[in-house]
């Protein structure tokens, strides 16, 4: 993976503490590389003010426009990285987000979450959920968890599938693990899960012994894992291999090493597939304290590119 030179912000428009912008100065101050900051505005109100004429609420909108562009150029002089900025108005931030990054080329999208003050969670909106399925660049959403030296990455893969294209994201979350890890000095550890004992085989066949199955399952899977990491050269103490749900072992071992950020991959799906199937990244993030990167395979197209 090429280090992140073209770096896109989301501007929280309801925020001075802007998380996302923090963290990718906290990357590009070690590389020298460029942000931009957008800030994506849109008010329902300015839509529905029928009395007016089109052109007198284009003129609406582009004094909105003009005022927020120069809040978020007061903004960003607080940064101690030079920071380009762009104010759009658009009733659909993750389209603009991502048609930002086609036409502009950024490496990848940095976006802040919102922490709910009575729920004491994180809530993610629409646009998060959107970014997640269809950005085709990697994708940080920044949480409050700070990036110390000296701390932890934690990449979850898929060891022991043969699948050409599965192999080939794995081998992009731990190269990209490994690069990140060079610039804020973190170690890198790996995680993976493995399925237990199917309940309905144990019942229906009794010969079946499911300590055996079980053993070797994991045995399969440490395997596997080890053969990754040697590529490399992961040491063995920073292999986790665990029997659960990826979402479960991935909160696990995050919570057990405190990471500071977790990288996995996520598939993009849409429309009804991901709606009643989901992806590992949406079953997991919003229980997560801590950073997560997420990366698309080689070749992905997001649908916004194609509309």
Not at 178 to 201: C, E, F
Request: aromatic share 6%.
């Amino acid at each position: 993976m090429e280090r992140y030179r073209n770096i896109l912000v989301v501007i929280d428009p309801d925020s001075e503490d802007q998380k996302a912008l923090k963290r990718a100065c906290t990357i590009a101050k070690q590389t020298g590389d460029k942000i931009t900051a957008l800030l994506v505005i849109f008010d329902f109100s300015y839509e529905m003010t029928t009395m007016l004429s089109g052109d007198e609420r284009e003129a609406m909108r582009k004094s909105v426009v003009k005022d927020r562009q120069a809040w978020l150029d007061d903004l960003v002089k607080e940064y101690d990285h030079p920071v380009s900025t762009k104010a759009v108005w658009h009733n659909r931030p993750f389209e603009v987000i991502i048609q930002e990054v086609i036409e502009h080329n950024f490496d990848v999208v940095v976006k802040s979450t919102h922490q709910h003050p009575t729920l004491q969670s994180v809530i993610f909106t629409p646009t998060d959920w959107h970014l997640i399925r269809k950005c085709p660049v990697p994708l940080l959403l920044v949480k409050d968890h700070e990036w110390p030296e000296n701390g932890h990455i934690l990449a979850a893969i898929n060891a022991s599938s043969e699948e050409e294209s599965h192999q080939a994201l794995n081998d992009k979350i731990t190269d990209a693990a490994l690069t990140l890890s060079r610039l804020i000095k973190a170690d890198v550890h790996l995680v993976n899960s493995y399925p237990g004992t199917p309940v309905n085989i144990a019942i229906e066949i009794p010969e079946f012994d499911a300590g055996e199955y079980n053993k070797t399952m994991r045995e399969h899977h440490q395997k596997m894992m080890e053969e990754h990491a040697k590529k490399f050269e992961i040491q063995s103490q920073f292999l986790h291999v665990e029997e659960g749900l990826p979402e479960d072992v991935i909160e696990k071992v995050a919570t057990d090493i405190d990471a500071e950020l977790v990288i996995l991959g996520t598939i993009g799906r849409i429309g009804l597939s991901a709606l009643f199937i989901g992806n590992t990244a949406e079953h997991v993030i919003d229980r997560l304290n801590c950073d997560l990167l997420a990366l698309k395979p080689d070749g992905y197209v997001s649908p916004v590119e194609d509309s």
